[in-house]
């Protein structure tokens, strides 16, 4: 029986994690559950799998949800704020830790998972994209077990040999399995047959409105965007240890190939499954076996043709941006990450324009960071500076805007 914790519970990968642990009731058993504000949907979360912790991050809301749990008779112990984050990923009696915190948020959480020597599933690209390196030596210094969620990289790690699964970290796979490089597959998201002139008057709701997946706000914009594609990139960087000349993106409308392997003597590779995150997750959960993940079988017959396209970066120049950001190294992707995350908060809420994301983005990496190395010092302040140089940024746009 493995004892699970969810950090994210109430957001889609959240979600899907519950479905695969309800369809498997005698290997998997919820020790705790976290969100950020919704306190009312880890409520019925709490209702349903009465896990002995829930974590609510936003302090305000830990009275409503103490009293509707005391009401309805679950005994979990109720915890709130940044901190008790951080506290629950590392408590003993949790074997496994999902990590599902959307963006900057995930980063204390996931390493603390991580200097526990927990078996962590990542599916916050953010956290490993803004500490790198740290993030992968504190997962080798404390025995940690490092497992991929996000599909691309699941589907990755899938295609290795089973001897480096676990530890594809360790070391380059060029020289360990013979592997020549990845093939990173991209749906690309809902804009992929826009114009540059069409994607000027992207609205948020289109922005959303992904053709495959059913993700929260702001991961589909960063698909539409691509940057979600330039952060896995990063994340497959770390996660594989490889380099950006290594790893090449193809646009594959089906979403059908999750992504590729090519290995030296010229085979490659390839995960294929339907758009779910339960199979994914299903994968990492019950690593080195198999089980159920309740999903949809794919019908070989009636897929047709599967499509294969270069990425255009002068559409989606955040992939690009990505990409330099790893190259350059220091602090730089900590910077990228930081500058998306306002860009796309400012969008969302009509302050910004679409193709105004990669301008910030990129304006923001033409700012000296405040050092190159990565300890957790490091990274937290220049996040910090980060952000606040791009909401001045943003207030000058907005304020243009208005003047105009």
């Known amino acids: 029986m493995q004892r699970v914790t969810i950090l994210g519970a109430t957001g889609s990968i959240g979600q899907s994690t519950l479905d695969v642990i309800s369809s498997n009731p005698d290997r998997y ?69 999902v990590a599902a915190i959307v963006g900057a948020a995930g980063l204390l959480p996931t390493l603390a998972a991580a200097r526990a020597g927990k078996r962590i599933l990542l599916a916050n690209k953010e956290a490993l994209v803004m500490s790198g390196q740290l993030f992968i030596d504190s997962v080798k210094q404390h025995h940690a077990t490092l497992l991929p969620v996000d599909s691309e990289h699941n589907a990755i790690f899938q295609c290795l040999p089973t001897a480096v699964q676990a530890d594809a970290y360790m070391g380059a796979l060029d020289q360990r399995c013979g592997m020549r490089r990845i093939l990173l597959t ?70 059908i190939i999750h992504s590729m392997v090519e290995y030296l003597d010229g085979s490659i590779i390839a995960q294929l499954g339907s758009p779910d995150m339960r199979t994914p ?6 690593w080195p076996e198999r089980t159920d993940a309740g999903v949809s079988f794919l019908d070989l017959f009636s897929m047709g043709s599967l499509n294969f396209s270069a990425p255009d970066l002068a559409r989606f120049p955040c992939l690009g941006l990505a990409a330099s950001a790893f190259e350059e ?16 908060e400012a969008f969302l809420q009509e302050q910004i324009g679409f193709m105004q994301i990669p301008d910030l983005v990129s304006e923001a990496l033409q700012v000296e960071t405040c050092g190159r190395g990565q300890d957790l010092e490091s990274i937290l302040e220049e996040d910090r500076r980060t952000r606040s140089w791009c909401r001045q940024w943003v207030t000058r746009v907005a304020g243009r805007v208005e003047a105009n």
Not at 45 to 72: D, G, H, M, N, T
Not at 213 to 226: E, F, P, Q, Y
Not at 234 to 244: K, R
Not at 329 to 344: C, D, R, S
């Open 29 to 97: 058993e919820v020790f705790a559950l976290s969100a950020n504000s919704d306190w009312e949907a880890l409520a019925s979360l709490c209702e349903r799998f009465r896990p002995a912790v829930a974590v609510i991050a936003q302090p305000e809301y830990r009275e409503q949800l103490a009293q509707r749990l005391k009401v309805s008779g679950v005994g979990s112990e109720v915890l709130s704020g940044a901190e008790s984050l951080v506290t629950v990923a590392a408590m003993q009696e949790a074997d496994t830790v």
């Open 186 to 255: 991209a749906s690309g998201g809902p804009f992929l047959g826009h114009s540059l002139a069409d994607m000027q008057n992207v609205t948020p709701g289109q922005a959303c409105r992904h053709p495959k997946w059913s993700m929260g706000r702001k991961i589909s914009v960063d698909s539409a965007t691509l940057m979600n594609k330039g952060l896995e990139l990063i994340e497959a960087c770390y996660l594989f240890g490889v380099s950006t000349d290594q790893v090449d993106v193809h646009i594959h409308p089906e979403a």
């Open 281 to 286: 997750i299903a994968n990492a959960l019950a």
């Open 329 to 344: 190294g220091g602090l730089k992707p900590t910077q990228l990450n930081a500058a998306n995350e306002i860009a796309v």
